[in-house]
Structure formats: structure tokens, C-alpha cells
């Protein structure tokens, strides 16, 4: 298999998590990209980010963007608005796409395919982010 189409199954691999990072739970769907965040703390699983040290960065546009990042360090994490230092992953789109992705109204797939959805860095590094918040 040529890198170039592994690069992109890869990709479309973790386009199509994102879509369940928070769409399964039973809370309102989120209405803002803050709320996504707020959403993803109470979903952390510590058991799962032991022994992980990645860096993600978000940048969103549109009236409710702007950028997020969440660091996680062996079991723990933080979580912030801003830039981080080297992140291992960069998700870029808009502010109502990524509330749309995690709501589950916006497949993954069809984000990434339409470009609505552009992820930079470590694919396994992003893949992780649904296991340590499903």
C-alpha cells in the first residue's frame, strides 16, 4: 500500500471517531465549542491515558471559535483556551462543525472527505483522543 493512501484510511480512521467522542452520551447536545470542551472533561478516562504524553491543539473559526488544547500526561490532563507548544495533533474547522461532530450530526468521514474537517500531525496520536474521551 502506497504511505500516501495509508496517510489518508488513517485519516479517515479518526475523522470517523471524532464523531463519537461525545455524541453518545445522554446529555443536550452541545451548542458551542465551549460546551464541547466542558463535555470532554467529564468524559476523561484516566485508566486509559496512563502512560500518554500527547499534546492536541484545536482551531476553530467562526463567531464561537478561536483555539483550545488539551495536554495529556500519564493518566492526568489539562485542558485550556489558547495555543500549546508542539502539539502531536492539530484539528482544524469551524466552530459549528465541531460542535455538529461531537453532537453525532456531522459524520467524520464526510467532514474530512469535504474538507470541512483538516487534522495536522500524529494520525495515532489522534486516534488515541476517542479512547481517553469517548
Known amino acids: 500500500m502506497k504511505p500516501v493512501i495509508f496517510l489518508r484510511i488513517a485519516s479517515v480512521a479518526v475523522a ?3 464523531g463519537t467522542i461525545i455524541a453518545a452520551s445522554n446529555q443536550p447536545p452541545n451548542s458551542t465549542p465551549q ?3 466542558d463535555g470532554m472533561r467529564q468524559s476523561f478516562q484516566a485508566d486509559k491515558a496512563k502512560g500518554v504524553h500527547l499534546r492536541y491543539q484545536w482551531q476553530l ?3 464561537n ?3 483550545w488544547w488539551i495536554e495529556v500526561n500519564d493518566g492526568k490532563f489539562q485542558m485550556g483556551r489558547g495555543k500549546t507548544d508542539n ?3 492539530t484539528f482544524i474547522t469551524s466552530d459549528n462543525n465541531w460542535v455538529a461532530l461531537s453532537n ?3 459524520g ?6 469535504t474538507g470541512r ?4 500531525g500524529s494520525q495515532a496520536a489522534a486516534r488515541k483522543l476517542d479512547e481517553i474521551f469517548p
Open 16 to 18: 470517523t471517531g471524532l
Open 35 to 37: 460546551e464541547v470542551f
Open 61 to 63: 473559526s467562526g463567531p
Open 65 to 67: 471559535g478561536g483555539e
Open 87 to 89: 502539539p502531536d495533533v
Open 104 to 106: 453525532g450530526t456531522l
Open 108 to 113: 467524520g468521514k464526510w467532514a474530512f472527505f
Open 117 to 120: 474537517l483538516k487534522i495536522h
